[in-house]
């Protein structure tokens, strides 16, 4: 929230539980700039997002991802494998190409759904 900063958007995408996102979302409630949304990697609600972080392990970033972007967006998630160590990536788009930045080596939940491993 600190980087896009007042007038930018953030979205983190929760896949779990109605409490855990209410939980969540009282601990971001000091930044109105941040929307937590449930659901699959690809239900982002708009496009023009400044940030959007996946807590979760994806094959690769989908498409539906990579337009909701604004210029200069960024993603941070897990890329990668199933079963083995995945990498924690920051993407930013830079008009029509995403730049791609290895920021760790991890293991993070498989996420399911729409853009993720396994059938929901």
Do not use: H, N, Y
């Amino acid at each position: 929230a600190t980087l896009v900063g007042q007038a930018g958007r953030v979205i983190a995408v929760s896949p779990g539980s109605l409490l855990g996102r209410l939980a969540l979302g009282r601990r971001l409630s000091d930044w109105p700039q941040i929307e937590v949304v449930s659901g699959a990697p690809t239900t982002l609600p708009s496009t023009d997002v400044d940030a959007v972080f996946i807590g979760g392990a994806l094959p690769k970033l989908p498409s539906a991802i990579r337009k909701a972007l604004a210029d200069g967006g960024r993603v941070v998630t897990f890329l990668g494998p199933r079963f083995r160590p995945q990498d924690l990536v920051c993407l930013v788009r830079r008009g029509d190409t995403v730049d791609e930045r290895r920021l760790a080596r991890g293991r993070a939940p498989v996420l399911a759904g729409p853009g993720g491993w396994l059938a929901a």
